[in-house]
Protein backbone atom coordinates (compact mmCIF):
# COMPACT_ATOMS: atom_id res chain seq x y z
CA UNK A 1 0.00 0.00 0.00
CA UNK A 2 1.23 3.91 -0.65
CA UNK A 3 1.39 5.72 2.68
CA UNK A 4 0.91 9.58 2.39
CA UNK A 5 2.84 11.32 4.69
CA UNK A 6 1.13 15.38 5.12
CA UNK A 7 2.98 17.44 7.20
CA UNK A 8 2.56 19.85 8.89
CA UNK A 9 -0.87 18.09 10.68
CA UNK A 10 -0.98 21.49 12.28
CA UNK A 11 -0.26 25.34 11.63
CA UNK A 12 -1.58 28.84 12.84
CA UNK A 13 -1.60 31.76 10.30
CA UNK A 14 -2.71 35.09 9.47
CA UNK A 15 -5.04 36.00 7.19
CA UNK A 16 -2.74 37.45 4.04
CA UNK A 17 0.11 34.69 4.74
CA UNK A 18 1.67 32.25 2.19
CA UNK A 19 0.63 28.56 3.12
CA UNK A 20 2.41 25.60 2.13
CA UNK A 21 1.54 22.05 2.93
CA UNK A 22 3.26 19.00 1.27
CA UNK A 23 2.29 15.72 0.92
CA UNK A 24 5.15 12.60 0.39
CA UNK A 25 4.03 9.00 -1.44
CA UNK A 26 5.79 6.55 0.17
CA UNK A 27 6.48 5.15 -3.85
CA UNK A 28 5.65 7.08 -7.26
CA UNK A 29 1.74 8.07 -7.82
CA UNK A 30 2.43 10.20 -11.09
CA UNK A 31 0.54 12.89 -10.97
CA UNK A 32 -2.86 10.75 -9.18
CA UNK A 33 -3.04 13.65 -6.23
CA UNK A 34 -5.87 15.24 -5.16
CA UNK A 35 -6.28 17.85 -2.55
CA UNK A 36 -9.28 18.49 -0.75
CA UNK A 37 -10.48 21.11 1.97
CA UNK A 38 -12.42 20.02 4.74
CA UNK A 39 -14.65 22.12 7.47
CA UNK A 40 -16.61 20.83 10.52
CA UNK A 41 -19.24 18.93 9.96
CA UNK A 42 -19.16 19.35 6.01
CA UNK A 43 -18.22 16.85 3.41
CA UNK A 44 -14.45 17.11 1.49
CA UNK A 45 -14.53 19.35 -1.31
CA UNK A 46 -12.02 19.15 -4.18
CA UNK A 47 -9.76 22.14 -4.51
CA UNK A 48 -6.79 20.49 -6.98
CA UNK A 49 -7.13 17.41 -9.20
CA UNK A 50 -3.96 15.23 -11.18
CA UNK A 51 -1.42 17.14 -8.56
CA UNK A 52 -1.87 20.74 -10.20
CA UNK A 53 -4.87 21.48 -12.06
CA UNK A 54 -7.54 23.71 -10.23
CA UNK A 55 -11.02 22.61 -9.74
CA UNK A 56 -13.56 24.94 -11.55
CA UNK A 57 -14.84 27.40 -8.84
CA UNK A 58 -12.31 27.80 -6.83
CA UNK A 59 -10.01 30.80 -6.16
CA UNK A 60 -6.87 31.16 -8.12
CA UNK A 61 -4.86 31.83 -4.48
CA UNK A 62 -5.32 27.60 -4.36
CA UNK A 63 -2.46 25.67 -6.21
CA UNK A 64 -0.82 22.73 -6.54
CA UNK A 65 2.65 20.88 -7.87
CA UNK A 66 5.01 18.08 -7.33
CA UNK A 67 4.89 15.08 -9.29
CA UNK A 68 6.52 11.24 -8.32
CA UNK A 69 7.08 11.18 -4.50
CA UNK A 70 6.64 14.76 -3.45
CA UNK A 71 3.16 17.31 -3.85
CA UNK A 72 2.42 20.34 -2.23
CA UNK A 73 -1.18 22.51 -1.73
CA UNK A 74 0.11 26.77 -1.74
CA UNK A 75 -2.37 29.29 -0.76
CA UNK A 76 -1.03 32.55 -1.69
CA UNK A 77 -2.69 34.91 0.38
CA UNK A 78 -4.93 33.31 3.49
CA UNK A 79 -8.53 34.70 3.45
CA UNK A 80 -10.63 33.93 6.73
CA UNK A 81 -12.59 31.26 4.70
CA UNK A 82 -9.40 28.63 4.50
CA UNK A 83 -9.34 28.29 8.01
CA UNK A 84 -10.12 24.37 7.55
CA UNK A 85 -8.65 21.11 7.25
CA UNK A 86 -6.92 20.13 3.96
CA UNK A 87 -6.28 16.39 3.12
CA UNK A 88 -4.07 15.14 0.15
CA UNK A 89 -5.13 11.77 -1.95
CA UNK A 90 -3.26 9.31 -4.14
CA UNK A 91 -5.69 7.66 -6.71
CA UNK A 92 -2.56 5.96 -8.14
CA UNK A 93 -3.51 2.58 -7.35
CA UNK A 94 -5.64 0.55 -4.65
CA UNK A 95 -6.06 0.83 -1.67
CA UNK A 96 -6.62 4.83 -2.37
CA UNK A 97 -5.37 6.79 0.83
CA UNK A 98 -5.68 9.80 2.10
CA UNK A 99 -3.37 12.01 4.31
CA UNK A 100 -3.45 12.61 7.82
CA UNK A 101 -4.47 16.01 7.07
CA UNK A 102 -3.77 19.28 8.23
CA UNK A 103 -5.90 21.67 10.21
CA UNK A 104 -5.26 25.39 9.39
CA UNK A 105 -6.02 27.79 12.33
CA UNK A 106 -6.39 31.31 12.64
CA UNK A 107 -2.87 32.64 14.89
CA UNK B 1 -26.99 19.61 -10.80
CA UNK B 2 -25.16 16.64 -9.61
CA UNK B 3 -26.95 15.33 -5.98
CA UNK B 4 -25.41 12.42 -3.63
CA UNK B 5 -27.15 11.60 -0.84
CA UNK B 6 -26.75 8.81 1.78
CA UNK B 7 -29.25 6.91 4.03
CA UNK B 8 -29.08 4.20 6.31
CA UNK B 9 -26.84 4.52 9.10
CA UNK B 10 -27.80 4.21 12.94
CA UNK B 11 -26.75 2.49 15.52
CA UNK B 12 -25.91 -0.85 15.23
CA UNK B 13 -24.20 -3.44 17.97
CA UNK B 14 -21.12 -5.11 17.66
CA UNK B 15 -21.41 -8.02 15.16
CA UNK B 16 -24.80 -6.89 13.08
CA UNK B 17 -25.38 -5.60 9.80
CA UNK B 18 -26.12 -2.50 8.85
CA UNK B 19 -27.12 -1.65 5.09
CA UNK B 20 -26.24 2.23 3.54
CA UNK B 21 -27.71 3.43 0.23
CA UNK B 22 -26.41 6.59 -2.00
CA UNK B 23 -28.69 8.20 -4.17
CA UNK B 24 -27.56 9.60 -7.32
CA UNK B 25 -29.18 12.40 -9.78
CA UNK B 26 -27.84 15.15 -11.85
CA UNK B 27 -25.36 12.95 -13.72
CA UNK B 28 -25.00 9.66 -15.98
CA UNK B 29 -24.22 7.43 -13.19
CA UNK B 30 -23.95 4.56 -15.21
CA UNK B 31 -20.44 5.68 -16.41
CA UNK B 32 -18.47 6.73 -13.68
CA UNK B 33 -17.08 4.28 -10.92
CA UNK B 34 -18.52 5.31 -7.34
CA UNK B 35 -16.51 5.90 -3.71
CA UNK B 36 -17.38 5.09 -0.37
CA UNK B 37 -15.07 7.44 2.10
CA UNK B 38 -15.63 6.94 5.88
CA UNK B 39 -14.42 9.76 8.98
CA UNK B 40 -14.42 8.46 12.38
CA UNK B 41 -15.39 11.29 14.83
CA UNK B 42 -12.60 13.95 15.26
CA UNK B 43 -10.27 11.72 12.89
CA UNK B 44 -9.32 11.70 9.08
CA UNK B 45 -10.78 10.45 6.09
CA UNK B 46 -10.19 6.73 5.14
CA UNK B 47 -10.48 5.45 1.74
CA UNK B 48 -13.46 2.52 2.06
CA UNK B 49 -14.05 1.09 -1.38
CA UNK B 50 -14.72 1.59 -5.20
CA UNK B 51 -16.84 -0.03 -7.78
CA UNK B 52 -16.76 0.31 -11.25
CA UNK B 53 -19.06 1.75 -13.52
CA UNK B 54 -20.95 -1.10 -14.47
CA UNK B 55 -19.95 -3.41 -10.89
CA UNK B 56 -17.30 -5.64 -12.59
CA UNK B 57 -14.65 -4.47 -10.88
CA UNK B 58 -14.94 -4.04 -6.59
CA UNK B 59 -11.55 -2.88 -4.68
CA UNK B 60 -11.73 -2.49 -0.77
CA UNK B 61 -9.62 -1.07 2.30
CA UNK B 62 -8.10 -4.36 4.32
CA UNK B 63 -9.74 -2.80 7.24
CA UNK B 64 -13.35 -3.40 5.70
CA UNK B 65 -12.47 -6.94 2.91
CA UNK B 66 -14.52 -9.69 3.99
CA UNK B 67 -17.35 -8.04 5.57
CA UNK B 68 -17.97 -4.80 3.39
CA UNK B 69 -20.09 -5.34 0.06
CA UNK B 70 -20.37 -2.35 -2.12
CA UNK B 71 -22.87 -2.55 -5.07
CA UNK B 72 -24.60 -0.59 -7.47
CA UNK B 73 -28.09 -0.69 -9.76
CA UNK B 74 -27.76 1.34 -12.38
CA UNK B 75 -31.29 1.24 -13.52
CA UNK B 76 -31.97 3.05 -9.89
CA UNK B 77 -29.27 5.38 -10.09
CA UNK B 78 -28.05 4.00 -6.44
CA UNK B 79 -25.17 2.74 -4.58
CA UNK B 80 -25.05 0.38 -1.57
CA UNK B 81 -22.71 -0.74 0.73
CA UNK B 82 -23.78 -3.93 2.67
CA UNK B 83 -21.72 -3.92 6.38
CA UNK B 84 -21.33 -6.98 7.85
CA UNK B 85 -19.96 -7.63 11.38
CA UNK B 86 -19.04 -4.06 12.35
CA UNK B 87 -16.84 -3.48 14.87
CA UNK B 88 -16.58 -0.29 17.34
CA UNK B 89 -13.83 1.29 14.94
CA UNK B 90 -16.16 0.81 11.91
CA UNK B 91 -18.07 4.06 13.61
CA UNK B 92 -17.73 6.94 11.24
CA UNK B 93 -19.78 9.23 8.97
CA UNK B 94 -20.09 7.30 5.91
CA UNK B 95 -19.63 9.24 2.77
CA UNK B 96 -20.34 7.96 -1.22
CA UNK B 97 -18.30 10.33 -4.19
CA UNK B 98 -18.18 10.20 -7.36
CA UNK B 99 -15.11 8.42 -9.22
CA UNK B 100 -13.76 8.22 -12.34
CA UNK B 101 -15.34 8.68 -16.24
CA UNK B 102 -13.80 7.09 -19.54
CA UNK B 103 -15.91 9.90 -20.49
CA UNK B 104 -15.11 12.84 -18.30
CA UNK B 105 -11.52 11.66 -17.09
CA UNK B 106 -11.25 14.68 -14.96
CA UNK B 107 -14.39 14.13 -12.67
CA UNK B 108 -13.64 12.25 -9.95
CA UNK B 109 -14.26 13.16 -5.90
CA UNK B 110 -15.41 16.15 -7.82
CA UNK B 111 -18.79 15.47 -5.81
CA UNK B 112 -19.63 14.43 -2.08
CA UNK B 113 -22.94 13.77 -0.57
CA UNK B 114 -23.46 15.12 3.43
CA UNK B 115 -22.69 11.60 4.90
CA UNK B 116 -24.33 9.45 7.13
CA UNK B 117 -23.40 8.56 10.80
CA UNK B 118 -22.91 4.82 11.19
CA UNK B 119 -22.66 4.66 15.34
CA UNK B 120 -21.42 0.52 16.43
CA UNK B 121 -21.91 0.38 20.38
CA UNK B 122 -23.34 -2.32 22.73
Known amino acids: DIQMTQFPSAMSASVGDRVTITCRASQGVNNFLAWFQQKPGKAPKRLIY???SLQSGVPSRFSGSGSGTEFTLTISSLQLEDFATYYC?????????FGGGTKVEIK | QVDLVESGGGVAQPGRSLRLSCAAS????????MHWVRQAPGKGLEWVAV????????YYAASVKGRFTISRDNSKNTLSLQMNSLRTEDTAVYYC???????????????WGPGTLVTVSS
Open chain 2, 97 to 111: SRGFSFQSPGEYFDY
Open chain 1, 89 to 97: LQHSSFPFT
Open chain 2, 26 to 33: GFTFSTYA
Open chain 2, 51 to 58: ISYDGSNK
Open chain 1, 50 to 52: AAS
